[in-house]
């Protein structure tokens, strides 16, 4: 079984640029979420879709991050303008219906903001 | 914030069992504790979960006391390659609506 994708894997900007980070989960899974993981730290859930629908984007910085899950597949996550505070590790996860609590984790994008 | 306390980092001999501590005291009777772990550059994984009893899969036991105030993650065998931070967690919310609040968890060094 294929694991979560993520693309890219490694991303340098500047401060106040744009960056586009994205996520391909398990095949079937209907559930997909964001994590920011600054170094040093555990994940911060940042948001949560069900299918197509967002479940929870409480922890998700509204004026500068956004994120979709068109067709209730694969999923973007956006950053615009970044800052430097925004330097992390992106990681997306999936689960599948009924059993959030084992999510399948991919191996993150590493974003540095300079 | 996370409803869980761990030790900031523990030390295993290789081929012993590593044992690894966690609060979670002001957990609810229906709360399950989870444990993940993340090896180095990876994103994390799931290892096991439990309510009140004792639970063992292919990778570890999660053994929960009583008043399931704390629970202890074992690692029967450990190996060079279990060397990670362990994340205790009590998941918020509900079926759907859950979600996973990860702390700083265990950064288990297993040694030669």
């Known amino acids: 079984e294929a694991g979560v994708a993520q693309s890219p894997r490694y991303k340098i900007i500047e401060k106040r640029q744009s960056v586009a980070f994205w996520c391909n989960p398990i095949?079937?899974?209907?559930?997909l979420y964001w994590y920011q993981q600054i170094l040093g730290q555990g994940p911060k859930l940042l948001i949560q879709f069900q299918n197509n629908g967002v479940v929870d984007d409480s922890q998700l910085p509204k004026d500068r991050f956004s994120a979709e899950r068109l067709k209730g597949v694969d999923s973007t996550l956006k950053i615009q303008p970044a800052k430097l505070e925004d330097s992390a590790v992106y990681l997306c996860a999936s689960s599948s219906q009924g059993l959030d609590y084992e999510q399948y984790f991919g191996p993150g994008t590493r974003l540095t903001v300079t | 914030d996370a409803k869980t306390t761990q030790p900031p980092s523990m030390d295993c001999a290789e081929g012993r069992a590593a044992n690894l501590p966690c609060n979670h005291s002001t957990i609810s009777g229906n709360e399950y504790v989870y444990w993940y772990r993340q090896i180095h550059s990876q994103g994390p994984q799931y290892i096991i979960h439990g309510l009140k009893n004792n639970e063992t899969n292919e990778m570890a036991s999660l053994i929960i006391t009583e008043d399931r105030k704390s629970s202890t993650l074992i690692l029967p065998h450990a190996t060079l390659r279990d060397t990670a931070v362990y994340y205790c967690i009590v998941r918020v919310g509900y079926r759907n609506t859950g979600k996973l609040i990860f702390g700083q968890g265990t950064t288990l060094q297993v040694k030669p």
């Open positions: 095949s079937g899974h209907a559930t």
